[in-house]
């Protein structure tokens, strides 16, 4: 049995063969058992999927979901209403790990390293750093 026979089962099963492939897969059927065993399974498989639940949306709502995208789009992509709905809720948390950050950074900055500069990530100035900073051979 092959891919090409499941198909063929599938469209049988669909109703979709003509007279001619239905009668050569009627005999196929009747002298393998095999594929008698596989048409079976996918009657069975068929069957329940016929019997699942079916939840479908309320009329009109592909007409609602279209407006809506219309709407939206006509505003622009970026509009500030559209901006401010999806990240207001982020800008708390946002300031708040950036005054921890902050603070952070202030509390753990080194000797001879302003707050300014340890905030901002500046390595301290030495007299090492300056020489580094000129480059070799000046």
Known sequence: ?????DGLLLRSLAGELGRTEAAELRARLDADPALRGRMQQLRMMAGALRGARH???AAGFAGRVA???RAEYER???????LGRYFARLVPAVVAILVLLAAYTLRDSGPGQG???ALLGLAPVTAETLLAADGPGM
């Open 67 to 69: 407006r809506r995208a």
């Open 76 to 82: 622009g992509p970026l509009s500030a209403a559209l």
């Open 1 to 5: 049995m092959s891919e090409r026979d």
């Open 55 to 57: 939840d479908a949306f």
């Open 115 to 117: 707050g300014v500069d």
